[in-house]
Structures are given as structure tokens and as C-alpha cells.
Nanobody
């Protein structure tokens, strides 16, 4: 059974940083592309960033480019999202999601339960 467990969310002031983690189990983590997706209060899902299976190719939404960094440790079966220069509009529930392929394409086939990030003074 695929399991994705996010952690690292919390309350942070504007301009601050957080590092999200997603612990994966139940599948061969290093074979699949992964992504981070978020949902702000009252809004739809927004794709944030994607990474291929080997970690050598990353993509970002324009809204987070230059501030967020996605990475993965295939030996530890863990996906990360380093978030710097956080803004109030980054407030959302952040979800880790798995693609069915080694490159980030198509839809996701598994999701985590999410971790809340709140950016507020």
C-alpha cells in the first residue's frame, strides 16, 4: 500500500522559511516522479513543484519560482520542499503526490494527508 506522510508545516512569519518533508513507503520511491501541490482556503488545488525520479529535473510554478526548492533523497525515500521568503499567499495545505511515471506527467495516483502552512504576522 502506497503511503505518503507529510510533515514540517506550521506557523511562520512573512519572510520566514519552512522545510516540508514527505516520507514515502509501499512502493519503489526512486522509480517515480513526485510533486508538491497546495490548496489555499476556499481555493482549488494548485500545483507547486515537480521532480523526476532521479532528482535531476525540477519544475516550479511561477508563483514560487526562486523561493521554493524541491529535492528528494531516494536512499531515505523522502521528498522535500524548502520554502524561503514565505508570503501570506503561500498559506495552504501542502500535499505530497506521486506520479505513475518517472517523469512528472499526467495525473497523480497517490496523495498524502497534507500539512498546514500558515504565513502570518
Amino acid at each position: 500500500e502506497v503511503q505518503l506522510v507529510e510533515s514540517g508545516g506550521g506557523l511562520v512569519q512573512p519572510g520566514g522559511s519552512l522545510r516540508l518533508s514527505c516520507a514515502a513507503s509501499g512502493f519503489t520511491f526512486g522509480l517515480y516522479a513526485m510533486s508538491w501541490v497546495r490548496q489555499a482556503p476556499g481555493k482549488g488545488l494548485e500545483w507547486v513543484s515537480g521532480i523526476n525520479s532521479g532528482g535531476g529535473s525540477t519544475t516550479y510554478a511561477d508563483s514560487v519560482k526562486g523561493r521554493f526548492t524541491i529535492s528528494r533523497d531516494n536512499a531515505e525515500n523522502t521528498l522535500y520542499l524548502q520554502m524561503n521568503s514565505l508570503k501570506p499567499e503561500d498559506t495552504a495545505v501542502y500535499y505530497c503526490s506521486k506520479y505513475p511515471y518517472s517523469d512528472p506527467q499526467g495525473g497523480y495516483d497517490s496523495w498524502g494527508q497534507g500539512t498546514q502552512v500558515t504565513v502570518s504576522s
